[in-house]
C-alpha cells in the first residue's frame, strides 16, 4: 500500500441519504468530526457542497469509509461507496483510499452517547463522528485500497 501523503485530508462516509465528512491533520494523527451532506441533494448539489468543502481545507487526498458485512464480504454500498471515490478522484484530482468502516457507526454512537448526545443532535451529527472514526482508522492502520485514477 503505498504510503499515505502529509497533509489535510477529508474523510467520508458515504450513505445514500447522508454523507458524513471529517478532516484531519496526517502529521498529528488527529481528526474531527466536519460535515454531513444531505441526501435531499441532487448529486450536483452534494458534489458542489463537497466542492466548497474541498476549497476551504485544501486536503491533499481523500479517505472513504468501504461498508462490507461483519465477515468481511461486499454488499450493494460497497460498490456505491467505490464509485462514490472514483467520482471524488474525477472531480477533484486527489487520491483515494479507502478504508475498512465496519463498526465506524457503533463507535459514532458509543462516542456520542459517551458525550451525553441523544435523539435528534445524536442524528445530526452521527455520520460526521462516523466519517471522524474513519479518518481515525486510517491513520492508526492505514487503507484497505487506493485509487489514483487507474483500476487495480
Known amino acids: ?5 502529509k497533509g489535510t485530508v477529508l474523510a467520508f462516509d458515504f450513505g445514500e441519504a447522508r454523507i458524513g465528512v471529517a478532516q484531519g491533520e496526517a502529521e498529528l494523527g488527529m481528526s474531527h468530526p466536519l460535515a454531513t451532506v444531505t441526501g435531499s441533494n441532487s448529486n450536483d448539489e452534494k458534489f458542489e457542497a463537497i466542492a466548497k468543502l474541498v476549497k476551504e481545507w485544501q486536503p491533499k487526498y481523500f479517505v472513504v469509509g468501504l461498508p462490507t458485512h461483519t465477515d468481511g464480504t461486499e454488499h450493494e454500498l460497497t460498490r456505491l461507496s ?48 462516523a466519517a471522524q472514526a474513519i479518518l481515525q482508522g486510517f491513520f492508526e492502520g492505514g487503507a484497505a485500497e487506493y485509487f489514483n485514477g487507474r483500476e487495480e
Not at 1 to 5: I, L, S, T, W
Not at 92 to 100: E, G, R
Not at 103 to 111: G, N, Q
Open 1 to 5: 500500500m503505498p504510503e499515505a501523503p
Open 82 to 129: 467505490r464509485k462514490f471515490g472514483r467520482r471524488l478522484h474525477g472531480r477533484f484530482n486527489l487520491p483515494v483510499y479507502w478504508v475498512d468502516e465496519r463498526m465506524s457507526s457503533l463507535y459514532a454512537e458509543s462516542l456520542l452517547a459517551e458525550a451525553q448526545v441523544f435523539g435528534r443532535k445524536q442524528k445530526s451529527v452521527l455520520d460526521q463522528v
